[in-house]
C-alpha cells in the first residue's frame, strides 16, 4: 500500500469482530536475508506487504537476485548473486538491512553496508554483532561503512553477551554455510528466531535450540529451495489486542500461535479483560473499564515485550488506577508521552519508568506519530477518544502494519486514511 501520511479516526466506539493478521515483519526480514544463502528458489507465502519487506526485496535485487511477487507470495532467487557490498539508501533505512553482514559473510565471505536504521527508540549499537561474527573469524574495517570478511569464516563457540534478537540472526545467517559446528551460547529467545532456524531446516540446514536455549548449527550443508509460509505477526496481533481490551471491546483473531502471546495475555487479564485462545485463534472481551497494572517492565522474551509497551501505555491512560511502566530494552521508547498528553493522559516519566494515571476519558487530538509502534500506540489512544482525530507521519505505521486502517475497519472503527 502506498505510503499516506495520515489517518482520520472517529473513536468512542467498541471494537467488535473477528479478522486474520498479516504474516510476522520481525520473522520475515531474517528470513529474506537468509534466502541469499545457497542456490535454490525461496518462495516466501503469507509475506506482509510492509514497506520494511519492500526495502528488503530491493537490497536483494541490488545484490543480483530474481525477486518476483504475487500478492502476498514472494520468490527469492539467489542464484545470479555475486554482489558483497549493500548500496542506495534502503539499507540505511532499516534497521534490518544489518543482518545482510552476517548473510554476505555466510554466502560471499565478504560485506559492505551502510550503518542500518530503523526507528529512533535508542542508539542501537551493533558491537554484538560484531562480536559474534568475529568469534567466527570475521574481521572488520569500520570506517563510515561496514566492511567486513571472512576468508576464514569456521563454524566454533560464540557466545553473545545480551540476547539481542538481530545478533543471533547474524550468526546463524554466517554459520549456517561455515564448515564445523557453531553453538551460540545466550541466543535470544524470541520466536523470530525459532522461525528463521524452521526455514533454514526446511533448506536442509543442520540447526536446532539447545537444552540452554542457545542454537546449535552443523554447518557447511548445501541449502535447497523452499516453499514457507510465514506465521501471524504477534505485535500486529498484540497491538490489535490492546485496542480491543481499551475500547471495552470483543475480538477474535484467527490463526494466531496464542502461546508467543503469554506475556501480554496475563498482564490484559490483570487488567480486566476476558482472554481465551480457541480455534486456532485468541477471543478477547472487554465489557467494563480496565484496572490498571500496578508495575510492569519490559524483558527480551518470554517477558513483556518491548513493542507492546507504547500500545499497552496507551490502553492504560483511561484504566482505573496508577500504572507503572519500565522500559529496560530501549533507551528512549516514550516519544508517544507528549502525544499522548495531548489528549489529556496523565502520564510522568523518570528515567527509564513511565506513571500512567486513569482519567475516566481522552480527548480527541491531532496527533504525529514518533516511530512504528508509537504510532500505534496512538491509533489506539484515538479509538478512546470521543470524536475526530488525525494522526499525521503515519509512513512510520506502514513500515510494521501491512494496513492498521483495513484491519481495524474489520473490527468496527470509524477510521480511514487522509491525502
Ligand atoms: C529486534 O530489534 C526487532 N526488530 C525490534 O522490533 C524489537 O524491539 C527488538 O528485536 C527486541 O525484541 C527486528 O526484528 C527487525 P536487539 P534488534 O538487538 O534486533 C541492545 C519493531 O518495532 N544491543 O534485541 O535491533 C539494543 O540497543 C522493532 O518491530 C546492543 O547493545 O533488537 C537494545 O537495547 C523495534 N548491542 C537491546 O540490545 C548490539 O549489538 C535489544 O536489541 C545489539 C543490540
Redesign the pocket.
Known amino acids: 500500500m502506498d505510503l499516506v501520511d495520515g489517518l482520520e479516526i472517529m473513536g468512542g466506539a467498541p471494537l467488535h469482530g473477528e479478522i486474520g493478521i498479516q504474516g510476522s515483519?520481525?520473522a520475515v526480514?531474517p528470513i529474506l536475508a537468509a534466502c541469499l544463502l545457497g542456490e535454490g528458489v525461496c518462495v516466501i507465502e503469507n509475506c506482509p506487504q510492509i514497506k520494511d519487506v519492500a526495502d528488503t526485496l530491493e537490497i536483494l535485487r541490488r545484490l543480483g537476485c530474481r525477486i518476483s511477487c504475487e500478492e502476498r507470495t514472494v520468490s527469492i532467487d539467489a542464484s545470479g548473486s555475486n554482489e558483497f557490498e549493500i548500496s542506495g539508501d534502503e539499507a540505511a533505512r532499516i534497521?534490518?538491512s544489518i543482518l545482510f553482514l552476517g548473510a554476505l559473510l555466510g554466502r560471499r565471505r565478504k560485506a559492505v553496508l551502510p550503518l542500518p536504521g530503523?526507528?529512533a527508540?535508542?542508539?542501537?549499537?551493533?558491537?554484538?554483532?560484531i562480536a559474534a561474527l568475529r568469534q567466527l573469524g570475521a574481521r572488520f574495517y569500520m570506517e563510515e561503512k561496514i566492511a567486513a570478511d571472512a576468508g576464514e569464516l569456521k563454524g566454533g563457540p560464540v557466545r553473545l553477551a545480551?540476547?539481542?534478537?538481530?545478533?543471533t540472526e547474524n550468526a546463524i545467517l554466517a554459520s549456517v554455510l561455515a564448515d564445523g559446528e557453531t553453538v551460540i551460547a545466550g541466543a535470544?529467545q524470541?520466536p523470530?528466531i525459532d522461525e528463521l532456524c524452521a526455514f533454514l531446516l526446511r533448506r536442509g540446514a543442520d540447526i536446532s535450540r539447545t537444552e540452554e536455549g542457545g542454537i546449535r548449527i552443523r554447518g557447511g550443508r548445501k541449502l535447497g529451495a523452499v516453499r514457507y509460509r510465514m506465521k501471524a505477526d504477534r505485535?500486529v496481533a498484540g497491538t490489535y489486542l490492546l485496542a480491543a481490551a481499551a475500547t471495552r471491546g470483543e475480538i477474535f483473531l484467527q490463526d494466531i500461535p496464542c502461546r508467543q502471546l503469554d506475556a501480554l495475555v496475563a498482564v490484559l487479564r490483570g487488567m480486566g479483560a476476558v482472554v481465551s485462545c480457541e480455534n486456532g485463534g485468541i477471543r478477547l472481551t472487554a465489557d467494563r473499564p480496565l484496572r490498571a497494572v500496578s508495575y510492569l517492565e519490559t524483558a527480551?522474551y518470554p517477558g513483556f515485550?518491548?513493542?507492546l509497551q507504547s500500545p499497552l501505555m496507551a490502553a492504560l491512560c483511561r484504566a482505573r488506577g496508577e500504572s507503572r511502566i519500565c522500559e529496560t530494552?530501549?533507551?528512549s521508547r516514550f516519544r508517544t508521552v507528549p502525544e499522548l498528553r495531548k489528549m489529556g493522559a496523565r502520564i510522568r516519566t523518570d528515567g527509564s519508568c513511565a506513571v500512567v494515571k486513569g482519567i475516566p476519558g481522552l480527548a480527541p487530538a491531532k496527533l504525529c506519530a514518533p516511530d512504528?509502534?508509537g504510532g500505534a500506540a496512538l491509533v489506539i489512544a484515538a479509538l478512546q477518544a470521543n470524536g475526530r482525530s488525525v494522526i499525521r507521519n503515519t509512513g512510520y505505521i506502514a513500515r510494521?502494519y501491512e494496513d492498521i486502517c483495513r484491519d481495524l475497519r474489520g473490527l468496527g472503527a470509524e477510521i480511514r486514511w487522509l491525502g
Open positions: 515483519k520481525n526480514l534497521r534490518s530503523g526507528c527508540i535508542g542508539a542501537r549499537p551493533i558491537d554484538q554483532h545480551l540476547p539481542s534478537v538481530g545478533a535470544a524470541e523470530e505485535i527480551p515485550p518491548t513493542d530494552i530501549f533507551e512504528l509502534r510494521g
